[in-house]
């Protein structure tokens, strides 16, 4: 699936597609039947972009930025995740977490200078969050 993507000047644009099966709840009444516990299949978009490749060839390995999402999340509770002590694991504050998952992870385990333009986040068929930190929006 091909997702609109912020203009940029890098030469290359690399997105990731991955699915992770979690469940979380909303602790607040006012969500209504998402306080209760339930699950999702999500499907998440990472798109990351650069001008400099590493020694392999590589912008960012797709298996690292997979293991990194998958490690955290998949088959967990999201509520469970550290990132979720003191805010409720919604689609919107999920996709701002792997954001900074990706982003912490290129400016400190990548040798070339990455940026991490957007993160899509799908947490049904017909519902979708697309998080840019502000500097791409």
Not at 45 to 51: F, H, K, Q, S
Request: aromatic share 10%.
């Amino acid at each position: 699936m091909f997702y609109q993507t912020p203009e940029h000047n890098y030469q290359y644009e690399l997105n990731k597609d991955l699915n992770f099966s979690a469940a979380h709840h909303i602790p607040d009444e006012r969500a209504g039947k998402c306080s209760r516990i339930h699950g999702h299949t999500y499907h998440v978009n990472i798109t990351v972009a650069g001008d400099t490749l590493d020694e392999l060839g590589f912008l960012v390995n797709f298996s690292a930025l997979k293991g990194l999402i998958m490690d955290a999340f998949d088959h967990r509770l999201i509520n469970d995740h550290e990132a979720f002590k003191d805010i409720p694991p919604t689609s919107e504050t999920l996709s701002k977490v792997i954001y900074d998952m990706v982003d912490h992870f290129i400016q400190t385990e990548q040798p070339n200078d990455l940026r991490c333009l957007q993160i899509i986040l799908r947490e049904t068929p017909t519902s979708y969050v697309v998080y840019r930190p502000k500097e791409y929006r």
